[in-house]
């Protein structure tokens, strides 16, 4: 009782006749005194201000509760005092924390930093999405809160374990389960979610999401086949079928060019969310290493002929994270310099054994960065043998024509 915050006395005919709960009301009496606050919060039951008075005139001065009012309002009227409406940080707390998280103190600056970002900005790589602006009512900015804090969180886990378009699906899935809330939220802001990890749009890949997926992917089909009929668009030629976003789950690509497919995949659509966490070298050497081939080999060998239409996978220079970790190399960006001279005096290539280094240099780099089985030897011979140094070349002399 010492410990006790509040006490609840009911009184009643039955406690003014027995002598314990008299004497247990007597000490949370002097427990108020000591305090010099509220404790003792009294239920009349089946009794009135005068039977109260003749009891204790100072009970019957105590704003009380009568039981003939019902148990509900009882009740709404104890937690209206023994819990009242706190601050949004205190709620947003309790909240998190019946999901299972364990918080910081809300004196933490942790707090202040998981309210001051909304996750707007698109054009960061962390799994960026608008939760919306506080509300006025605590309880309502508490809701909103604990939304930014599952993103919060969601995000230290996307960079530390650098989760992304390259990621399987099982294991990606795998993660965004262990982070209680985080699926409702992720399925509610599905545009950043598909965008940030377009392998859930392939079919069958979407786990929890999919439904919803498949969903708004017949939407848009049933949207692009109205307009293409309403444009007076022969229905049998190769006319955009769906969203750029769904060509991954559409037999046919929604008939859009790999190129475009594959630049979707890497960085998203034109002014929409940036997924892109490596650099465009580094998926393409995914897509020919071991690591890739949890994709349906459709859709890889779609988005390898897309990186050699695209045509944007060449390097000059080395960034500073490989710098650090290979050291600097003289040779580094040798093969950009000779395939540019090729195109600009519209004379043969040959691999000059300088740009063979390039080349191995930056491979092992992708291999470093991505973890990736697959030796630097056969990464080479794969490169090589898939002609991107070739269609870079054409590509290249095409447009200077």
Not at 32 to 38: F, Q, R, T
Not at 152 to 180: A, G, M, R, Y
Not at 181 to 192: E, W
Not at 277 to 288: G, R, S
């Amino acid at each position: 009782m010492a410990n006790s915050k509040y006490g609840i006395v009911v009184l009643s005919n039955n406690f003014f006749a027995k002598k314990w709960p008299n004497w247990e009301l007597d000490g949370l009496i002097q427990l108020e005194n000591y305090k010099g606050s509220k404790i003792i919060l009294p239920i009349w039951l089946n009794i009135d201000y005068v039977d109260v008075v003749k009891y204790s005139p100072l009970l019957a001065d105590k704003v009380a509760i009568k039981s003939s009012l019902g148990i509900d309002y009882a009740v709404r009227k104890i937690i209206e005092i023994v819990k009242p409406e706190g601050t949004s940080i205190q709620y947003a707390k309790e909240l998190l924390t019946s999901l299972g998280y364990e918080m910081p103190s809300v004196s933490d600056e942790w707090w202040l930093d998981v309210i001051d970002y909304d996750g707007s900005d698109s054009n960061i790589v962390d799994w960026a999405f608008c939760i919306g602006e506080l509300p006025e009512k605590p309880q309502d900015r508490g809701k909103i809160i604990v939304k930014k804090a599952i993103q919060w969180i969601w995000q230290d886990t996307v960079h530390i374990k650098k989760l992304c378009q390259i990621t399987p699906p099982d294991q990606l899935l795998f993660e965004i389960s262990k982070i209680n809330g985080l699926s409702d939220l992720l399925l509610k802001k599905l545009d950043s979610t598909i965008a940030y990890a377009p392998q859930l749009i392939i079919n069958g890949f979407g786990g929890p999401f999919e439904a919803e997926i498949e969903a708004r992917y017949k939407e848009s089909l049933d949207i692009y086949a109205k307009r293409n009929l309403n444009q007076g668009k022969n229905p049998k030629k190769q006319v955009e079928s769906c969203d750029e976003c769904f060509a991954l789950r559409d037999p046919n690509f929604g008939f859009y060019s790999p190129a475009r497919v594959t630049c979707n995949f890497v960085q998203g659509e034109l002014m929409g969310y940036s997924p892109k966490m490596y650099e465009h070298f580094d998926y393409l050497i995914w897509l020919i290493s071991d690591s890739s081939y949890w994709l349906p080999e459709k859709i890889r060998r779609f988005m390898i002929q897309g990186f050699k239409d695209w045509n944007v996978w060449m390097w000059h220079s080395l960034d500073k994270e490989y710098i650090e970790e290979f050291g600097e190399d003289t040779k580094i960006g040798t093969l950009f310099s000779q395939v540019y001279d090729a195109v600009e005096k519209d004379g043969e290539f040959n691999l000059s054994s300088d740009s063979l280094h390039d080349l191995e240099t930056r491979i092992k780099c992708s291999k470093w960065v991505l973890g990736l089985n697959n030796s630097v030897d056969v990464l080479m011979d794969r490169f090589l043998n898939e002609n991107y140094i070739e269609c870079f070349l054409d590509n290249m002399r095409q447009r200077r024509k």
